[in-house]
């Protein structure tokens, strides 16, 4: 009988005894000395330096193209050429406007000159009655002072003599009057028919505008545009690189990382040293694009529009640290190693770089610890 109670025992005491849940695949790293490198890696693509967007100005059917993707270009060269009817139609209903007001214009001139002329028949009328009636007054007031006419005739010779010359004088008022009149008018209608002939001039501009010709010598870039297809003003077409300038690196950065860019941070790459020469400011689905560039005629001659370039961008000065692989059991609380188990411990993290956790404190050289994502919180864990 006792010798069956001891297994019992046994039995009953290992089942009341906690169970170590052990770690299947567990990844262990050691901690080591060396220098933490404050990086960050790019994935980076050839620009030029200079290259002129090309936008449209107009819309319109693209009728025809006239140049392709990485044909060299001269300043002034045709590139596409653009059918708009209702520009078409506009031009012509302008035009038609302009032909009315310019006839109109026209008559009014015309009817001025006619109406001169009836005028100075009529003024020249007058002042023949004006003088006829002076000449009679003078004879009646003759023959009043030698007695051969009586006072009741020289007054009234007198009085022809006065409605003559004020007849006279009405005239040339309303005459100068009515010229003044039909000369503004006349002036009025040819600043609105200058008016049309100037946005008559925009609009032939304009249809000359869509045949878009280069606005610099270079390489065609990123043009695409095929026949048929619609364009509206704005568009983005494509680029023309100037093939005198350099080129330079842009890349896309985690807007995590925007307070800690500054000018002059240097990127090393294969193709040698850059500086990170602008940050733009827009946050584009969580990017932020940068600007690096090569120190002057620095930039490599073989390298072309286009291709990427691995970069490694340092945000800091390397400086002599304890580090750790990262992993996702790297944390504030991880499991360090003790014999065939792991036991948590809580330590003080840094920054992380390239790969590489730096560890401010409780961990010395040597610690091997369990950078895979632990298969529990408990306070022991088994190896297998």
């Given at each position: 009988?006792?010798?069956?109670?001891?297994?019992?025992?046994?039995l009953?005491?290992?089942?009341?005894?906690?169970?170590?849940?052990?770690?299947e695949?567990?990844?262990?790293?050691?901690?080591?000395?060396?220098?933490?490198?404050?990086?960050?890696p790019?994935?980076?693509?050839?620009?030029?330096?200079?290259?002129?967007?090309?936008d449209?100005?107009?819309?319109?059917?693209?009728?025809a193209?006239?140049?392709?993707?990485?044909?060299?270009?001269?300043?002034?060269?045709?590139?596409?050429?653009?059918?708009?009817?209702?520009?078409?139609?506009?031009?012509?209903?302008?035009?038609?406007?302009?032909?009315?007001?310019?006839?109109?214009?026209?008559?009014?001139?015309?009817?001025?000159?006619?109406?001169?002329?009836?005028?100075r028949r009529?003024?020249?009328?007058l002042?023949?009655?004006?003088?006829?009636?002076?000449?009679?007054?003078?004879?009646?007031?003759?023959?009043?002072?030698?007695?051969f006419v009586s006072?009741?005739?020289?007054?009234q010779?007198?009085?022809?003599?006065?409605?003559?010359?004020?007849?006279?004088?009405?005239?040339?008022?309303?005459?100068?009057?009515?010229?003044?009149?039909?000369?503004?008018s006349?002036?009025?209608?040819?600043?609105?028919?200058?008016?049309?002939q100037?946005g008559?001039?925009?609009?032939e501009?304009?249809?000359?505008?869509?045949?878009?010709?280069?606005?610099?010598?270079?390489?065609?870039?990123?043009?695409?545009?095929?026949v048929?297809?619609?364009?509206?003003?704005?568009?983005?077409?494509?680029?023309?690189?100037?093939?005198?300038?350099s080129?330079?690196?842009?890349?896309?950065?985690?807007?995590?990382?925007?307070?800690?860019?500054?000018?002059?941070?240097?990127?090393?790459?294969?193709?040698?040293?850059?500086?990170l020469?602008?940050?733009?400011?827009?946050?584009?689905?969580?990017?932020?694009?940068?600007?690096?560039?090569?120190?002057?005629?620095?930039?490599?001659?073989?390298?072309?529009?286009?291709?990427?370039?691995?970069?490694?961008?340092?945000?800091?000065?390397?400086?002599?640290?304890?580090?750790?692989p990262?992993?996702?059991?790297?944390?504030?609380?991880?499991?360090?190693?003790?014999?065939?188990e792991?036991?948590?411990?809580?330590v003080?993290?840094?920054?992380t770089?390239?790969?590489?956790?730096?560890?401010?404190?409780?961990?010395?050289?040597?610690?091997?610890?369990?950078?895979?994502?632990?298969?529990?919180?408990?306070?022991?864990?088994?190896?297998?």
């Amino acid at each position: 009988m006792a010798a069956l109670a001891v297994p019992a025992l046994a039995l009953l005491a290992w089942q009341r005894t906690p169970q170590v849940q052990t770690v299947e695949t567990p990844q262990l790293a050691a901690v080591r000395a060396g220098e933490f490198r404050d990086e960050l890696p790019l994935r980076a693509r050839v620009e030029p330096l200079r290259s002129v967007q090309l936008d449209a100005a107009e819309a319109g059917r693209v009728e025809a193209v006239l140049a392709h993707e990485g044909d060299q270009v001269e300043a002034g060269a045709p590139l596409y050429r653009l059918h708009s009817p209702e520009q078409e139609q506009l031009l012509m209903q302008r035009s038609a406007e302009v032909a009315q007001q310019m006839a109109n214009v026209s008559v009014q001139r015309s009817a001025q000159a006619a109406s001169l002329a009836l005028n100075r028949r009529e003024l020249a009328q007058l002042q023949a009655a004006q003088t006829e009636s002076q000449a009679e007054y003078q004879r009646q007031a003759q023959l009043a002072a030698a007695g051969f006419v009586s006072p009741a005739a020289l007054e009234q010779a007198e009085r022809r003599q006065r409605l003559a010359a004020q007849l006279l004088q009405q005239a040339r008022q309303d005459l100068r009057l009515e010229a003044e009149t039909r000369q503004q008018s006349i002036d009025e209608m040819a600043r609105a028919v200058q008016g049309l002939q100037h946005g008559l001039q925009l609009l032939e501009r304009s249809r000359e505008r869509l045949q878009q010709r280069a606005p610099i010598a270079g390489q065609l870039s990123g043009f695409q545009l095929q026949v048929g297809a619609s364009v509206r003003p704005g568009d983005r077409l494509g680029r023309i690189d100037d093939p005198a300038s350099s080129v330079q690196l842009v890349a896309d950065v985690d807007e995590y990382y925007l307070p800690r860019l500054q000018i002059g941070q240097v990127a090393t790459g294969p193709h040698g040293d850059l500086s990170l020469a602008q940050t733009l400011p827009q946050v584009q689905g969580g990017k932020v694009r940068v600007l690096l560039r090569w120190p002057q005629a620095a930039a490599p001659a073989a390298l072309r529009p286009g291709q990427a370039v691995d970069l490694r961008l340092q945000l800091s000065a390397p400086r002599p640290a304890l580090l750790l692989p990262e992993g996702p059991g790297v944390q504030s609380r991880l499991y360090v190693r003790q014999g065939r188990e792991l036991r948590p411990r809580t330590v003080q993290l840094g920054r992380t770089a390239a790969g590489q956790v730096e560890v401010l404190a409780g961990l010395q050289a040597g610690d091997e610890v369990l950078i895979s994502q632990p298969p529990s919180q408990a306070e022991r864990l088994a190896l297998p």
